[in-house]
């Protein structure tokens, strides 16, 4: 089955720490994964894809095909990256995404 | 440029009723896809709709319909509404495929409670 997991409900960090959130996918295609992003009172927007294989804001993602990852990362947390964080794959023809249940990150000062 | 529009924000219905849901897409974005969002289950797509044809449909029931009209403004449609129902929908448009540089644009939403 096509699925997309995120494991963590809430992630803590402090300012200036690294950031880790994790997603795994089961999809027995070639995966095309994004993450989305949406802070307090805002809607819900692209941060990255794996295809472009940017930094945006200082996150990076890589895809890991073997374990069928696409951890996104942030090497120093700031407050403003507090937000609510989903992973994304799409699974059909289209634009049909499936997402994760989401990771609320929490900076702390 | 405009964003995605929904109407109307806030929506509070009567079980066994039905309710049209309005979604207007950045313009020239001809893809319009919608999504359930609910606390237990998270974001769960409905359909998507393309040059006025659907496209991809999820797994909910027929109650759950949905159209898009030549100007590429969409509806969805929910008919003997279920207090289950009760959700935010979320619709999103985007140029012609989600993987682009935008990827997806969202809206704000409509909150649909069901009493």
């Known amino acids: 089955a096509q699925r997309v997991t995120q494991p963590e409900k809430l992630l803590s960090v402090f300012k200036g720490a690294p950031v880790e959130l994790k997603c795994n996918y089961s999809?027995?295609?070639?995966?095309?994964l994004f993450w989305y992003v949406q802070y307090s009172r805002q809607r819900l927007q692209l941060l990255l894809r794996?295809?472009s294989r940017e930094s945006i804001k200082g996150f990076t993602a890589d895809l890991n095909k073997g374990e069928t990852s696409f951890h996104l990362k942030k090497p120093f947390a700031q407050e403003e990256d507090s937000a609510m964080y989903y992973c994304?794959?799409?699974?059909?023809?289209?634009?049909?995404?499936?997402f994760g249940t989401g990771t609320q990150l929490k900076v702390e000062l | 440029k405009a964003g995605v529009t929904q109407t109307p924000r806030y929506l509070i219905k009567t079980r066994g009723q039905q309710v049209t849901l309005s979604c207007s897409p950045i313009?020239?974005?001809?893809?319009v896809s919608w999504y359930q969002q609910t606390p237990g289950q998270g974001l769960q797509f409905l359909f998507e709709?393309?040059?006025?044809?659907?496209?991809n449909k999820g797994n909910f029931p027929g109650r759950f319909s949905g159209r898009q009209f030549s100007n590429s403004r969409s509806e969805m449609n929910v008919s003997t509404l279920e207090l289950g129902d009760s959700a935010l929908y979320l619709c999103?448009?985007?140029?012609?495929?989600?993987?682009?540089?935008?990827?997806?644009?969202f809206g704000s939403g409509t909150r649909l409670t069901v009493v």
């Open positions: 999809y027995s295609g070639s995966p095309e």
């Open positions: 709709y393309f040059s006025e044809t659907q496209r």
């Open positions: 999103a448009s985007s140029l012609v495929s989600v993987d682009g540089e935008e990827g997806y644009t």
């Open positions: 994304a794959l799409i699974t059909g023809g289209g634009n049909k995404l499936t």
């Open positions: 313009s020239g974005h001809r893809s």
């Open positions: 794996h295809i």
